[in-house]
């Protein structure tokens, strides 16, 4: 979720005096990725109610087709708040995905050892037969030498 980062460095430059096309395009870029965000913890197997609430709200505030109109001090104090929470949302997702692949990571670990058990087990099992035959065979040819020598 990295493209929320993207959304939230376009909300801090909502900050800046800029144009009023260049608000429009913010409006888009944000409520774009603020609303694909939700989507995406929609789908995810680990959907969390709030961060799919609180991107809920942002896109409903930037929304291009319906937008609110409110004076510059408000802008900025939203600007602020959504590129904060857009960056946690990015932040907190991703550590999310990584403690997953960690879990998953060491079962895949954990089987692996497992194999690796059973493994040195029969091949432990292989080495005393072997050596044990060794032993056997190298007692017979001895007394079949010890034998013919006389």
């Not at 608000?23 to 969390?48: M, P």
């Not at 403690?99 to 050892?113: D, H, K, L, P, R």
Request: charge should be positive; aromatic fraction near 14%; glycine fraction near 6%.
């Amino acid at each position: 979720m990295k493209y929320l980062l993207f959304g939230s460095g376009a909300a801090f430059l909502g900050i800046l005096p800029l144009p009023i096309d260049a608000y429009h395009l913010i409006r888009w870029i944000v409520a774009g990725t603020a609303a694909f965000g939700c989507y995406e913890i929609f789908q995810s197997k680990t959907a969390d109610k709030n961060k799919m609430v609180l991107l809920g709200i942002i896109t409903l505030i930037y929304n291009p087709l319906f937008p609110f109109y409110l004076n510059r001090g408000l802008w900025i104090i939203f600007d602020v708040i959504a590129g904060v929470c857009l960056i946690y949302i990015s932040l907190n997702f991703k550590s999310q995905d990584n403690t997953e692949n960690q879990f998953q990571s060491e079962q895949v670990i954990e089987a692996i050892e497992e194999k690796i058990k059973i493994v040195e087990k029969k091949s432990d099992n292989f080495i005393k037969q072997t050596l044990i035959s060794s032993v056997v065979l190298l007692i017979f040819i001895s007394i079949i030498s010890f034998v013919m020598k006389k």
